[in-house]
């Protein structure tokens, strides 16, 4: 088990911030972002957070996935290969 988490049907304006503090509920966030569109700055509806424990993020899947977060059933799940090759291109695209 990874201590990072894939959350999936973000609503687009959700923040770094409200995804930090949702999964607070589960224990220590040591990271949380929302993966926004470089051109626009808006959010492409789902984001990453990372536990500080495996445990933690365990915890986070079980409590989190499939709860309503403003108005979306949000999808918490353990991120497959795809989903952090997409992210570590958004943070380096060159």
Partial sequence: MNKKLFI???????TDAQL?????????VESAVVI???????????????????KEAEK?????????????EIVVKKPNQENLTVQEKLKNPF
């Fill in 20 to 28: 930090s503090e949702l999964f607070a509920q589960a224990g220590k």
């Fill in 60 to 72: 986070a899947i079980e409590m989190l996935n499939g709860k309503d977060f403003q108005g979306r």
């Fill in 36 to 54: 926004t569109d470089r051109r626009t700055g808006r959010s492409k509806g789902f984001g990453f957070v990372e536990m500080s424990t495996e």
């Fill in 8 to 14: 999936g049907n973000l609503g687009y304006d959700v």
